[in-house]
């Protein structure tokens, strides 16, 4: 019984190593800008890995001491995360499926339609209460002023792999066909009819298009492309989670087994 405590309590160890890639990737995703602005998926990420950290303790602790309830509240606990945990996974995966960015003539870089996302995800950024808080958020950010300070000539800029937030929002839609000053700066839209964002863009630095539909998409599509990253390493930690639980609960059996199998011996049975 001794020998599957121990193992027990090994794997309970390679467990509360295994939350910390859960909460590097919480922690991470509260690093990006889009993602602090938007503040949906980073918190329930921590929480769940300092959660599964807290269990995986509690089981350890049950292993070293031998506390059989606590092993049994670890086996519950654990569970309920591994489920909670693989919900989250394919939830990040259903509402990141669609969209993508569209080749616009003679451009480098890809134009983003809100239309082309989840509505799960839609919903996160049309309200207006929601998008004027995420707006200013992202307006106090330097991502557009770098573009100013690292393109100065026509052709390199649309020959630039911009990130899709800026993209959307530090420039009017290209089919507007407005004249390029400088990134953030252009003039004599062609076509104002062909997107509405045509008539939002605007020259002054805090508005540039960040009340544009493009700029709530590229939000989005940066957010997709963070979210998939997160979720890789969530799944990754998911499947190891799913090997070592059925591990202690092999081992946990055998304990049990074991200190049958000793009491039978000394007559209790």
């Known amino acids: 019984m001794a020998l599957s405590n121990n193992v027990i309590g090994a794997i309970n160890f390679v467990a509360m190593l295994l939350s910390v890639p859960i909460i590097g990737s919480g922690i991470w995703l509260a690093t990006e800008p889009d993602n602090s602005c938007v503040k949906i998926l980073q918190w329930p990420v921590i929480i769940l890995g300092v959660l599964i950290l807290v269990v995986a303790l509690a089981g350890f602790v049950g292993a070293f001491w031998r506390i059989p309830w606590l092993l049994i509240f670890y086996l519950v606990a654990m569970l309920v995360l591994i489920i909670l945990l693989a919900c989250l996974v394919v939830f990040i995966y259903m509402v990141t499926m669609r969209g993508s960015g569209h080749l616009e003539p003679s451009r480098a870089y890809l134009e983003y339609h809100l239309d082309d996302y989840s509505g ?132 946990f059996r055998n304990a049990k087994t074991e200190d049958l199998f000793r009491k039978y011996k000394q007559g209790y049975t």
């Not at 709530?216 to 989670?241: P, Q």
Request: charged letters at 15%.
């Open 120 to 251: 799960w995800l839609r919903r996160r950024v049309q309200s207006s209460y929601k998008w004027e808080r995420i707006r200013n958020c992202l307006s106090s950010t330097t991502m557009c002023a770098e573009l100013s300070q690292s393109y100065r000539m026509a052709q390199d800029f649309f020959n630039a792999h911009i990130t899709p937030l800026q993209s959307g929002c530090c420039k009017p839609p290209t089919q507007c066909g407005y004249t390029f000053v400088n990134p953030t700066y252009w003039i004599s839209p062609i076509n104002t009819a062909a997107d509405m964002d045509c008539l939002q863009w605007n020259n002054e630095q805090t508005q540039l298009c960040y009340n544009c539909d493009s700029c709530k998409a590229g939000l989005l599509a940066n957010l997709k492309k963070e979210w998939r990253r997160a979720d890789i390493i969530l799944l990754i930690t998911l499947v190891a989670l799913i090997s070592v639980y059925l591990i202690g609960c092999c081992a």
